[in-house]
């Protein structure tokens, strides 16, 4: 049977669930999992909490351990996470505890970048560390590995890379394709239907995600590499879901650059091989970076908030007030510190409009009642004013505190649900250093357990709301099984009736909802926010580029950004995709935005929301799939499969037209079919 590595995700950010990675270390037939809970925010959050002598690692490390460990231990998987945060060394001896306390033997790797040779005048320093230093703790044995600062994709390439014993130096097609596998599995269930399901455009609804699957992947020693879900469970795993986690933050798709490689994810494809399973090829490289990112992080201020809500008629008005009254008073106290505020109506302007612009009072307070069934005066029914603000010294976040509780005496009628708080903030800035000058420290702690009692096998898993339709699936056909690395036998079922979904017809031409014609995600690096745009339809694509434009992006987004923010337009012709990147567009970046929205998550929304003057599409791009045949048979395909030089195995596969040469090359390799004409 065929080799593969099975890599799991079993986290894609601090707050993740627990029991979907419970799910999937013990019914995944996994060789690794990983948990990806590291971000830029929470790096600094663990990083303020180290000086002020709290716990440098993921507080969250005891609850994944306890759960995960006992499962990884019984069915031999190795668990690779950078929940060590600042402090992986301490992150490695709690682990040991919580171990020895399971009566789990276990070989612990920690590893920690090594004081710079030129470290900050002040602030912290932290480097992100690629796939050598995971690898150099699997090669002594580790079964569980708790880093730091690691690249995202780098977490999962190590383990591929050290099974096959791929090199980091030469093997860069090899290496683009692992890191292909690591992007799209490192944030977790975005890959299998997870912020997906949207009432416009896409057929998902909300129920499918409560047992939604953690995604894995298998990939073999030649970079062949195929992305799973848990059969049975909920959500989605398909080709548009996939490129919506491919353009994901990686800004140019053509050099998306981590530790180990500078890859080129345009000419991506994805073919659907299954319900649960689904392959990935076309990820290339070349070289790999000559020089690392490192983070330094400083102290940026104080950072203020408060809230109060108003209700009823006139309730914009009174909130507009209160504003007024309380900049007002913060400027009696401490001139020119509005100006370091932000000022907003929550389900108003918020997230998309100019922050302290508020809607203008009803015009006509005697209308008769609109459509929503409140009367037109009353519209809003209410408003919540909440009040941002970085400040430089501590005395002015907290005034900001005490002026807006002081509303309660002083104020408008009727302000209620006043909320408060300040804490510290800290930025960080992005340098670049030689590579050769970043080094690590690989530390192994062993723990010693106790005989373990039998275990009773436990029972496959199935979705509490949404049974599994077991006869269906148990008579349907295998893709070819392989062989995991712990010698553990997979295989993809392919249900009878299924058939890999086409897309829609193209748009129509004219005056069109962008929510009717692609589907979006948006995220952060720093002060960037990358936006993709996918059509439904791939024959779209270039109809799209002639609307999203850098200028039509900026005038999209005008409210946001400053004069002197630019806007990049990337294509991505293989998987027809287009890529958006706005800076600066986030005040600043995660760290320090005074926005309700720091990471820009809704941004995608208000590029769909535009309506845009679509052209006709080209007569020279036809619909995917090709053109239905007139006439064939069985023995055609084949005949055309085998003069191609392709395998061809028996199959139950049937479609509704004859689909064209192209098409049969993009499938034959991993499924096998027979046609009706």
Same mark, same amino acid.
């Given at each position: ?447 010693? !357990?106790? *005989?373990?009692? %039998? ?5 496959? &898993?199935? +979705? @509490?709301?949404? #049974?599994?339709?077991? /006869? =269906? ?12 690395? !712990?010698? *553990?036998?997979? %295989? ?5 009736? &299924?058939? +890999? @979904?086409?897309? #829609?017809?193209?748009? /129509? =031409? ?12 948006? !995220?952060? *690096? ?11 339809? @791939? ?35 293989? @998987? ?102």
């Amino acid at each position: 049977m065929r080799p593969v590595v099975r890599v799991g995700c079993g986290a894609g950010f601090q707050g993740d669930r627990v029991a979907p990675a419970v799910e999937l270390l013990r019914h995944g037939k996994l060789d690794y999992l990983v948990l990806e809970c590291l971000a830029e925010r929470t790096l600094v959050d663990s990083i303020e909490r180290m000086r002020t002598g709290g716990k440098g690692s993921d507080v969250r490390l005891n609850e994944w351990m306890t759960a995960l460990l006992p499962i990884a231990h019984a069915n031999n998987v190795c668990i690779i996470t950078n929940m060590g945060a600042a402090d992986p060394e301490g992150a490695g001896k709690e682990a040991s505890v919580i171990a020895s306390s399971l009566g789990i033997p276990l070989r612990i790797a920690t590893i920690m970048e090594t004081e710079p040779k030129h470290p900050p005048e002040d602030g912290v320093a932290c480097t992100y560390l690629g796939a050598d230093a995971i690898i150099d703790a699997l090669k002594e044995g580790a079964q569980l590995v708790i880093a730091g600062r690691v690249a995202d994709p780098s977490l999962f390439v190590a383990p591929i890379a050290y099974t096959f014993g791929w090199d980091l130096k030469r093997d860069f097609g090899l290496i683009a394709q692992a890191t292909l596998a690591g992007h799209l599995l490192e944030c977790g269930c975005h890959l299998t239907g997870g912020y997906f399901a949207h009432p416009l455009g896409r057929n998902l609804g909300y129920k499918s995600l409560a047992t939604l699957s953690l995604p894995f992947c298998d990939i073999d020693s030649s970079g062949h590499l195929t992305l799973c879900k848990l059969e049975g469970s909920g959500g989605e795993l398909s080709e548009r879901t996939c490129k919506q986690q491919l353009a994901y933050e990686i800004h140019d798709p053509t050099c998306y650059i981590t530790p180990d490689i500078m890859v080129d994810f345009s000419k991506v494809t994805f073919t659907p091989i299954s319900p649960h399973a689904i392959r990935a090829q076309g990820a290339t490289a070349t070289a790999r970076p000559k020089t690392l990112l490192r983070l330094v992080a400083k102290t940026a201020g104080v950072k203020g908030w408060a809230e109060v809500s108003y209700g009823g008629r006139g309730c914009v008005e009174r909130a507009h007030w209160a504003a007024q009254l309380v900049k007002q008073w913060m400027n009696d106290q401490h001139p020119g510190v509005v100006d370091r505020m932000m000022v907003y109506l929550v389900g108003h302007n918020s997230l998309y409009l100019t922050p302290g612009v508020f809607p203008p009072p009803p015009s006509k307070p005697d209308q008769p009642p609109c459509s929503c069934g409140h009367d037109a005066a009353m519209w809003p029914p209410e408003a919540r004013l909440r009040f941002d603000g970085l400040f430089a010294r501590k005395e002015e976040a907290e005034a900001l505190c005490l002026d807006i509780q002081a509303l309660v005496l002083s104020g408008p009628a009727g302000g209620g649900g006043f909320n408060f708080g300040t804490r510290m903030d800290v930025s960080i800035t992005k340098h670049f250093v030689e590579r050769e000058t970043v080094k690590w420290r690989c530390m192994m702690i062993k723990t010693v !357990g106790i *005989k373990e009692k %039998s275990r009773n096998k436990t029972p496959v &898993w199935r +979705p @509490p709301s949404l #049974p599994i339709n077991i /006869p =269906s699936l148990l008579t349907d056909t295998s893709i070819p099984a392989a062989e995991t690395r !712990g010698g *553990k036998t997979v %295989s993809y079922r392919v249900p009878r009736d &299924w058939q +890999p @979904p086409l897309p #829609p017809p193209p748009a /129509p =031409s004219g005056r069109v909802l962008m929510y009717n014609v692609a589907h979006s995600r948006s !995220g952060d *690096k720093s002060d960037t926010c990358n936006v993709s745009v996918i059509p439904y339809n @791939p024959a779209d694509l270039n109809r799209l580029l002639r609307v999203v434009t850098p200028e039509w992006v900026l005038s999209v987004y005008k409210p946001l950004v400053r004069g002197d923010a630019q806007a990049r337009v990337y294509v991505l012709p293989g @998987p027809a995709i287009i890529n958006v990147t706005i800076s600066p567009a986030l005040d600043g970046g995660v760290s320090v935005s005074r926005r309700i929205d720091r990471h820009g998550k809704t941004l995608s929304d208000l590029i769909l929301n535009q309506y845009v003057h679509l052209p006709p599409p080209d007569e020279s791009i036809q619909r995917m799939g090709g053109p239905t045949a007139q006439s064939s048979c069985m023995d055609d395909v084949i005949t055309k499969l085998r003069s191609a030089g392709l395998p061809v195995v028996d199959s139950h596969f049937t479609q509704k037209r004859i689909p064209t040469l192209d098409e049969l090359q993009k499938y034959s390799s991993v499924l096998v079919y027979s046609y009706n004409s």
